[in-house]
């Protein structure tokens, strides 16, 4: 007998299916698959409570592309902290090479019932 997946499980299998596309956009710098990402009133928010959040998909491409990193110059690594309904927490640590720092990084996401991101928050704090 099966048993039917679990929200939990759901929830596991939405945020891993999206932090892979986030990944594979943050390789790629391509728009559309950043735009895909995301909710088209989407919120990106750099860090909690920013002045000037990436606003809609349009908003949230031009603002990452502005701040691009190229895909040579990083690794990452994650894992789902937890969920709460449609929200995630996860933490990150990107490695940045060329001397640049390593940050400590947590995400929280809000996703909509397509799987799609309808508000992103980062948290990040260079090593010493």
């Known amino acids: 007998m099966t048993h039917p997946a679990s929200a939990r499980d759901l929830a596991r299998e939405t945020v891993h299916a999206w932090m ?3 990944q594979a956009a943050w390789t790629s710098n391509d728009a559309g698959d ?9 919120v ?3 860090r ?4 000037e959040p990436w606003e809609g998909q349009d908003g949230i491409v031009a603002g990452w592309l502005a701040a691009r990193d190229e ?3 990083w690794t990452f690594s994650w894992e789902l902290l937890g969920t709460d309904g449609d929200t995630a927490f996860v933490k990150g640590v990107t490695t940045y090479s060329g001397g640049r720092p390593t940050y ?3 995400w929280v996401i809000t996703f909509d019932g397509s799987g799609r991101a309808r508000s992103f928050t980062e948290w ?3 090593r010493t």
Do not use: Q, S, V
């Open 20 to 22: 892979a596309k986030y």
């Open 48 to 51: 909690p409570h920013d002045p």
């Open 124 to 126: 990040f704090m260079a």
């Open 44 to 46: 990106y928010e750099t």
């Open 34 to 42: 950043i735009r895909a990402l995301f909710t088209p009133d989407a």
């Open 104 to 106: 400590d990084n947590l």
């Open 71 to 73: 895909p040579a110059d």
